[in-house]
């Protein structure tokens, strides 16, 4: 079965940071690019940014809000995708999901984790 | 930057047909997929390259894309559609998410 299981999420003080892991099993990992997506409560899907397959090149892209805080990354070797978000602040609260590239999609979501930054 | 542009809710009767839009500069140049959403569960990507259901999506969903619009039809509604969809597209290496719509089944 595919699959993506998120993990790090909890409450953080505003300022600090926090890392989010995302493990993949049931596909190939480093064949797909991998990335995240995070919703606010009550709030629609933004997207945070991805990491290209290393056949690819493996850079990174980042939705223009978060490429100078939020840095994304992948170990092959463990098929895991982790985000690092520093500079926490408020509005970064909510469910973080981690996603699945593939044929112009995000084919498998995680089960979300959720980030609140609250003091 | 891209903008995609969902109406935020849609009404249908059960057994009628439900069509959502979304709306984006040269849309059909892109490829659109639309995602479903229900409370406290994970997004599921219903449609994708415009047009195609992944693999365990009912065949009453399908897509289309052209112009500056894409639209996801849902055929005999039923009230287990009733969810947030929203739809995404690629902009260079940026994906772009629509606002969402609320399709209410009643």
């Known amino acids: 079965e595919v699959q993506l299981v998120e993990s790090g999420g909890g409450l953080v003080q505003p300022g600090r940071s926090l890392r989010l892991s995302c493990t993949g099993s049931g596909f190939i990992f480093r064949d797909h690019g991998m990335g995240w997506v995070r919703q606010a409560p009550g709030k629609g899907l933004e997207w945070v940014g991805f990491?290209?397959?290393?056949?690819?090149?493996?850079?990174?892209h980042y939705a223009a809000s978060m490429e100078d805080r939020f840095i994304i990354s992948r170990d092959d070797s463990k098929d895991i995708v982790y985000v690092q978000m520093n500079s926490l602040k408020t509005e970064d609260t909510g469910v973080y999901y981690c996603?699945?590239?593939?044929?112009?999609?995000?084919?498998?979501w995680g089960q979300g984790t959720t980030v609140t930054v609250s003091s | 930057s891209y903008d995609l542009t969902q109406p935020p809710a849609v009404s249908v009767s059960p057994g009628q047909t439900a069509s959502i839009t979304c709306s984006g500069d040269?849309?059909?140049?892109?490829?659109a997929c639309w995602y479903q959403q229900k409370p406290g569960q994970s997004p599921v990507l219903v449609i994708y390259q415009d047009m195609k259901r992944p693999s365990g999506i009912p065949e009453r969903f399908s897509g289309s894309n052209s112009g500056n619009t894409a639209t996801l039809t849902i055929t005999g509604t039923q009230a287990m559609d009733e969810a947030d969809y929203y739809c995404?597209?690629?902009?260079?290496?940026?994906?772009?998410f629509g606002g969402g719509t609320k399709l209410t089944v009643l």
């Open positions: 040269k849309l059909g140049n892109k490829h």
């Open positions: 995404q597209a690629w902009d260079s290496d940026t994906v772009v």
């Open positions: 996603t699945r590239d593939s044929d112009w999609s995000l084919d498998v």
């Open positions: 990491i290209k397959r290393k056949r690819s090149g493996g850079t990174t």
